[in-house]
């Protein structure tokens, strides 16, 4: 709960916290919305500056992209370096 830490620390305008997107099923548009809220509404006050927290493997945690990590990954299972940069060549 790093963010969480630092939030507590920094006083940021707006944080994202990974497991609350995974357990509400948030989407990135959903993300990307919650940020541009906050961005009006501060700009309402007059307010156009800000910090937004954003944690590290957020990614992870959002469901298409999630679904998409354990695909790469059964993909690149069991394959030596040689074959995994040659798939990644492919798939490029």
């Known amino acids: 709960h790093l963010v969480l830490e630092c939030a507590l620390q920094t006083h940021p305008n707006h944080v994202i916290i ?3 997107v995974a357990e509400k099923g ?17 700009a309402a006050e007059k307010k ?4 937004v927290l954003i944690p590290e493997g957020l990614i992870s945690h959002l469901p298409y992209f999630k679904q998409l990590i354990n695909e790469l990954n059964d993909l690149f299972k069991g394959k030596n370096h040689d074959e995994q940069a040659q798939l990644s060549t492919d798939l490029y």
Do not use: H, M, P
Not at 26 to 42: F, G, P, S
Not at 48 to 51: A, Q, S
């Open 18 to 20: 990974s497991e609350e």
């Open 26 to 42: 948030y989407t990135l548009e959903d993300l990307v919305n919650q940020v541009a809220d906050t961005i009006c509404r501060r």
């Open 48 to 51: 156009n500056f800000g910090t």
